[in-house]
């Protein structure tokens, strides 16, 4: 049987979990809180604690396939400094170990192209971080024979996490910012990335995976508020949103990211190529 590691669980890593479990694998998940595990232990997972080193090397020494989504801090990677102890003492490595990481590496291309071989700059602390954490674990990988793949994503959506949410609840702003586009991925796009990674494995691998059409966020919002029949939230000029420094940052931020080399090397398509599919099928899964 086919064991999936997950350290953290997120919204990613739950739609992993969920996508491999309903093929048969079983997933075990780290958990920080008695409410993180409640909830891996509701999906039918197994929780592991993350101060209990030795659950942590059991887990690992079964596991096919280690997924890290937790965003590194001032000291690290997270899953690096708690998971490669275990991996040498269970002497037993995954056949594909995926990083998440993020475009935000790339910084802003005034609204240009990026591929995965374009040059990384980072312009902010959270982006040169996540520089630092592929570095780590590409180096780790090579150092320990570990198939080690890197994944660059742009904003993540999906059920409970979309432009319905925010409009829902009031937050929703369409924010005029010309010429500023971004990426984005549904998130069981990404999941199925993931698992099409995980069957062609390639060690130093790095993908960008995200949608077919960057598109302004305005333009977004817009359009999930037509498709609930609610009136079009006004634009609010940038310099009057009284945004938060990370928002603006955000917004200082312009690329398209290409996907070609997933959908060359490992056979993946979104099964949403853009944000109409995508907020179409949320929708519709509503009702």
Sequence with gaps: ????????????????????????????????????????????????????????TDALGEARALLATAPPGSQGCPALNNLVGPMAEANAFPDWAGYLSTTGVYGDRHGGWVTEDSRLAAQSVEGARRVGAERDWLDVGRGMGLTVTIFRLPGIYGPGRSAFDRLREGRARRIAAPGQVFSRIHVDDLAAGLEASIVRPRAGGIYNLCDDEPAPNSEVIAYAARLLGMDVPPEVALADANLSPAAMRFYGESKRVSNARAKAELGWRPAYPTYREGLAAILAAET
């Excluded at 409410?35 to 929780?47: N, R, S």
């Design 1 to 56: 049987m086919s064991n999936l590691f997950l350290f953290g669980y997120g919204f990613s890593g739950r739609a992993l979990a969920r996508r491999l479990a309903a093929k048969g694998w079983t997933v075990s998940a780290t958990y920080r809180n008695d409410a993180t595990a409640a909830q891996i232990a509701a999906d039918g997972h197994t929780p592991i604690d993350l101060g209990d080193r030795d659950a942590i």
